[in-house]
């Protein structure tokens, strides 16, 4: 049913909670599973006035958050596993993921924002599966 899963990642608790999904489909479909860490390219504004500094350091993050999603991954014999750091504006980049590598299936985190965070914020889950060719599992907080 699915042969590539794509799992992206901030590193944040709304994100783990979605890795252990991800891999179960991996596993279950004996599908590739693909992690994708996004530095929002739009921090400060404009590219000009960011720091090369600053995009360094938030890939060095990113490539860490991938690192432990495919250790995980390894540990429950996920066969093929990918991991990619990108620059862009996330929702997008990640629709754009989807479209260059085939996926057939996203698995996101949502961190739970409402009110005036939501608002202002915005969700890039939210985009992601309003604008989504693929399916898109959604997995929330577990509680605390």
Do not use: C
Request: glycine fraction near 10%.
């Amino acid at each position: 049913m699915y042969d590539a899963v794509l799992l992206p990642t901030d590193g944040s608790e709304g994100t783990r909670a979605a890795v252990e999904h991800a891999i179960d489909h991996a596993n279950r479909y004996d599908a590739a599973l693909h992690v994708l860490y996004v530095v929002d390219a739009r921090i400060g504004g404009a590219r000009e006035t960011t720091p090369e500094i600053v995009f360094a350091e938030l890939e060095e993050q990113g490539r860490q958050a991938i690192e432990g999603v495919q250790s995980q991954a390894r540990g429950a014999d996920v066969g093929t596993i990918e991991g990619v750091v990108a620059r862009g504006d996330p929702h997008q980049a990640i629709l754009d993921y989807v479209t260059a590598e085939d996926i057939d299936l996203v698995v996101m985190g949502t961190h739970g924002r409402t009110g005036l965070d939501h608002y202002l914020i915005g969700s890039v889950t939210e985009k992601v599966v309003r604008l989504s060719d693929v399916p898109v599992l959604t997995v929330p907080l577990p509680d605390p």
